[in-house]
């Protein structure tokens, strides 16, 4: 017990000393550079992000930060992305829940290697060893590692840095490896000869999400194939891709297509081998695309490849080489082309086969072709030896888990697109010719024997292709708590939140929920919260290859992290993009610039007694606008419905509390009757809304909590706040609540009519139940310059204009303008009424329009110029 005891005082004098040695921003003027300062080493030391101490009765709550491919900086993207997992994690936290937000960074396969290349290129460095590029290659990654923890840091995210992973740490080695062998001791691994998306700058096999498909304008190549049984007759065939011709197995027509049924089972001839090709029918063929005859390419076009497995077409192999290259075998009439770069030769043959009569024409033609997404090279369809994981038994059982235990998705519509992809997927290719990656645990014997484990034997090589990054990234979610290295995470798997952005929904979500799931046999994410895209000020996706992106820090520097916070997550609609706006970066500024000064004018009334009972109506307002707001706002933090959390919370803030409220109590706050409770009131709100807004602005909401010595050592050992448990009088609340929109009505009316605050309104109220406050709403209204001559339960003065509020009429005295200004206004609206009628009367004018328009605008129009007129005379009447 002594000992308990004696840990205890330490770790709070540990606490005590480290608090103590930071300075905390105590200025008067809003700097959110000074603000942020340090703040975020404050946390890291205090180890307030890490989950050290499971409490048991508390429910845990898990994210998975995506990582972060390890290629240089992040962008706007993953700061937006980051944003709401961060709020999210620390709300749950306020909430008592024992929060882990699990991050860690991706060794990126592709995307990694060929970014270090273009490095290498731009340092003019070449590594002939393999050892020692990938030497090389590790220690650039070790300085981009040091980057990304920087702009983590510098963004604010509250990561559990105690459980962080790598893709290629030990432990997830050691995780793949174990589940490639599973996999192919079950027979969901092989080993085949198929068609891949093949990169032939990096001579590698790529998955589909690094294919990007491109609008280009090419050509449409008709070339002449002579029919064997007639020399003289021959089928047009139209093509894009001249160079595959050499590839061609077969030939096939529409069996419904009249023109061509005489040709099906003859044979005809290819022009640049002279290859017999056989005629086939297939419903696949679109009779009104080309000429309604298509050659069959299975090596070099995956829809080829398809019809050739469906006619059991077998005698077909690719004739380009990995680098893209023409094969051996590509000549014409002693012509050859092997060893010609594909594109190059491409133009060189159809000249040739031109020379020989065999084009029947060229022409433009606008299709969509797939670049990769890497290198930007041209991807080739081509068949190569890989490794595959059977899709459909695997996904078959993340049915079953499903059905049991459903993954939430929000928006809810994810869900079936996920479903429908799935539905539709292919066999996996799981294997990459690359250096850098997870080796796969594949090794061959001098006679191709092959051992599939870790201890292979004596003479036997491993395969030299790595892993799809998407294979050991698909087991996030138990890599980074099952499986990890670091600390016994386990407890927070499943994991109860993944947020991330459409665009890799079936390319990484898909992976973890089938891969975890079939290791585990739980389904992984409880909870899937997906998100757009960022955009810039044209609608244009963010991207540098378009340079429009933006780095996050660059806007931190000049707005300040907690600005940017809130312009991300005012932006966060579900499964919406977000449009980049400068203006609103520069409205939330303003907002937290607002809520410092708060600070300012509190801090100048220290001197306070708390008391627990409050006469003044005002308070009583007080009190019920905040237990309203924090019902709503709760509610809004756990649907995740950020947009209007933001909104909500900026009105309350900035309208309800500051503009109102704290007007309102000036003059309380120099009275001896109610300085007190106007003070505790102000001092717990603002507390209280420092709770609330620190999810979504860490640092200016830390900053606060230090500056009033609040009773703990960080505002993230806060809970979060809740209803006001103080009596108020409800009649009281429903007084001040009509007197504030009377007040907020004519403040309306000053920003209309640009009134400057210093100018009197001079009013008459009617409304009965004002009638017998008098004196509170005079006294009320006066804070605001608003002068009331009569409260009454009738109109009082018909020259005195009017307005509406719920429950009130306001007749106010409309002599806010000089005549020479009145005179200015109505010569100008004058004008406008001219050209509107010389506009209307051009329009009534155009027999045209009489006669085409509906009888319904041709009235609406004539109203209109009835209108103009009848308005232009009332002005006239006035200037006179």
């Known amino acids: 017990m002594i000992l308990s005891i004696i840990l205890l005082i330490s770790i709070i004098n540990k606490i005590i000393l480290i608090k103590q040695s930071h300075m905390f921003y105590k200025g008067k003027k809003f700097s959110f550079k000074d603000i942020e300062h340090g703040l975020y080493d404050f946390w890291n030391t205090n180890h307030y992000f890490d989950p050290l101490h499971y409490e048991h009765n508390k429910k845990n709550f898990s994210i998975i930060l995506p990582p972060p491919n390890i290629t240089g900086h992040l962008h706007l993207g993953h700061a937006w992305d980051g944003t709401i997992q961060d709020v999210i994690i620390r709300y749950k936290k306020l909430q008592g829940f024992n929060t882990c937000w699990l991050p860690g960074m991706d060794h990126a396969g592709i995307a990694t290697q060929t970014k270090f290349d273009k490095v290498l290129k731009e340092q003019n460095k070449k590594y002939s060893d393999k050892k020692a590029y990938l030497n090389a290659l590790t220690n650039w990654v070790s300085e981009q590692k040091i980057v990304i923890h920087s702009q983590w840091a510098k963004l604010g995210f509250a990561l559990s840095y105690a459980n962080e992973t790598y893709t290629l740490d030990d432990n997830v080695k050691k995780l793949v490896d174990n589940v490639f062998i599973k996999l192919y001791e079950k027979g969901l691994i092989y080993q085949d000869y198929k068609l891949t998306n093949w990169d032939v700058k990096l001579k590698s096999a790529v998955s589909d999400i690094e294919v990007i498909h491109k609008p280009t304008t090419g050509k449409m190549y008709y070339f002449k194939y002579y029919l064997d049984s007639n020399p003289k007759e021959y089928l047009t065939i139209a093509t894009t891709r001249p160079e595959t011709m050499f590839g061609d197995i077969a030939i096939f027509i529409n069996p419904n297509d009249e023109r061509y049924l005489k040709y099906l089972n003859q044979y005809a001839i290819n022009p640049v081998n002279q290859r017999k090709l056989k005629i086939y029918a297939d419903e696949y063929i679109d009779i009104k695309f080309g000429?309604?005859?298509?050659?069959?390419?299975?090596?070099?076009?995956?829809?080829?490849?398809?019809?050739?497995?469906?006619?059991?077409?077998?005698d077909y192999h690719s004739v380009m080489n990995l680098d893209g290259t023409l094969a051996d075998e590509c000549a014409i009439a002693n012509k050859n082309y092997s060893g010609l770069d594909r594109l190059y030769a491409r133009n060189k043959i159809v000249q040739h086969l031109q020379d020989l009569d065999l084009v029947v024409k060229i022409e433009n033609h606008d299709h969509e072709i797939g670049y990769s997404e890497r290198t930007n090279e041209v991807i080739e369809p081509l068949l190569s030896k890989q490794w595959f994981v059977k899709m459909q038994p695997i996904v078959d059982e993340l049915y079953q888990t499903l059905k049991k235990d459903p993954s939430t998705f929000l928006p809810p519509r994810f869900e079936k697109t996920l479903t429908t992809w799935l539905e539709k997927i292919n066999d996996w290719c799981i294997s990459r010719q690359l250096l850098w990656g997870h080796k796969i645990p594949v090794y061959y014997g001098k006679n191709s024997e092959i051992y599939v484990g870790l201890n292979p034997p004596k003479g036997y090589e491993q395969d030299p292709s790595v892993l799809d990054t998407w294979f050991s990234s698909g087991l996030w979610p138990l890599a980074t708590t099952v499986y990890n290295s670091n600390h016994d995470c386990s407890c927070f798997y499943p994991v109860n939140l993944l947020v991330t952005a459409y665009d890799i929904l079936f390319f990484w979500v898909a992976r973890m929920l089938f891969q975890c799931n079939n290791l585990s046999q739980v389904n992984p994410l409880k909870q899937i919260l997906i998100h757009g895209l960022v955009r810039d000020a044209n609608n244009k996706k963010m991207s540098k290859s378009l340079g429009n992106g933006i780095e996050p820090n660059d806007v931190i520097d000049e707005y300040g992290c907690d600005a940017l916070r809130l312009f991300l997550i005012n932006g966060s609609t579900l499964g919406e993009d977000l449009r980049f706006d400068t203006t609103k970066l520069i409205y939330m500024t303003n907002f937290l610039n607002k809520l410092w000064n708060v600070h300012n004018l509190l801090d100048n009334h220290k001197d306070y007694h708390e008391v627990n009972q409050f006469i003044h109506p005002i308070n009583s307002w007080m009190i019920d606008q905040f237990n309203q707001f924090i019902k709503k706002i709760t509610k809004l933090f756990d649907e995740y419905n950020f947009s209007v959390l933001v909104t909500t919370l900026i009105d309350f803030v900035w309208n309800t509390y500051c503009n109102t409220y704290l007007e309102l109590i000036h003059p309380l706050i120099n009275s001896d009757t109610y300085h007190d409770e106007a003070l505790t009131?102000?001092?717990?709100?603002?507390?209280?809304?420092?709770?609330?807004?620190h999810p979504i602005c860490p640092f200016i909401t830390e900053n606060i909590y230090q500056m009033f010595n609040y009773k703990l050592s960080s505002v993230?050992?806060?809970?979060?706040?809740?209803?006001?448990?103080?009596?108020?009088?409800?009649?009281?609340?429903?007084?001040?609540?009509?007197?504030i929109g009377v007040i907020n009505k004519l403040r309306e009316l000053r920003i209309k009519a640009n009134i400057k605050s210093i100018t009197p309104i001079e009013i008459n109220l009617i409304n009965d139940f004002l009638a017998k406050h008098r004196e509170l709403v005079v006294s009320l209204c006066g804070t605001y310059n608003i002068q009331i001559n009569q409260i009454s339960n009738?109109?009082?003065?018909?020259?005195?204009?009017?307005?509406?509020t719920d429950e009130c009429i306001i007749e106010y005295l409309d002599n806010f303008k000089d005549e020479a200004t009145k005179k200015e206004e109505l010569l100008k609206e004058l004008k406008r009424l001219e050209n509107e009628i010389k506009r209307s009367e051009s329009i009534l004018g155009n027999k045209n329009f009489i006669a085409k328009a509906s009888q319904e605008k041709v009235q609406n129009e004539k109203d209109k110029y009835a209108k103009y007129l009848a308005d232009y005379q009332t002005i006239k009447s006035l200037l006179k």
């Open 291 to 314: 000429t309604g005859v298509m050659k069959c390419t299975p090596a070099h076009d995956f829809n080829d490849y398809e019809l050739a497995k469906k006619h059991n077409l077998t």
């Open 681 to 693: 009131i102000a001092n717990n709100i603002y507390q209280k809304i420092s709770i609330i807004l």
């Open 716 to 739: 993230m050992l806060e809970s979060f706040p809740s209803e006001f448990k103080y009596k108020t009088n409800e009649e009281q609340t429903k007084l001040t609540s009509m007197v």
């Open 794 to 804: 009738q109109p009082v003065n018909k020259e005195f204009k009017i307005i509406k």
